[in-house]
């Protein structure tokens, strides 16, 4: 055989991972920012190759799912403080509009829905995203404890 062909080929593409990059990535989630906006930008990997980090076993892939899990509970954590930010901010809750009256022009108040509309959706949406990153913490979870005071006692056929 000649000695190409002994030499055995690795297979597939080489992996994009690098550490500085994972640590990039799970640095801006941890900030808030959705995963897909982060791979948007230059230099980042596709989602397809960040999900085969995420769920194939191998040494630094291992090392990405650390740092992923903690970035995605610091990500619930801030958008826990956004919630708070969102549903404050009044400054475009209401807008004025020129009136013609008998005296002139005069402003009248109304209220923006669109504004007020989009405010509630972007808070459901952080509500709903901190409840599945954080269950335990931001979730509608309901702990149930059972004291029990008399154990139960199963008969066997010897005793009957």
Known sequence: ???????????????????????????????????????????MPRMSTVMRWL?????????????????????????ADQIISIADDDSEDVMFS???TPEGKSAKRLQNKEFVNRSRLRVD????????LLPRKYGDFERHEITVTKPLV???????
């Open 1 to 43: 055989m000649s000695e190409e062909v002994k030499k055995k080929h690795p297979g597939g593409r080489p992996s994009k991972y690098n550490k500085t990059l994972a640590e990039t990535i799970c640095a801006l989630i941890s900030q808030g920012f959705p995963l897909n906006t982060i791979l948007k930008q230059d230099g």
């Open 55 to 79: 769920f194939y076993t191998s040494p630094f892939q291992e090392e990405f799912r650390e740092l992923y899990v903690k970035a995605r509970e610091a990500q619930a954590e801030v958008m």
């Open 98 to 100: 020129e009136a013609d």
């Open 125 to 132: 949406a952080r509500k709903w995203v901190a409840a599945k």
């Open 154 to 160: 199963v008969l066997t056929d010897d005793e009957t």
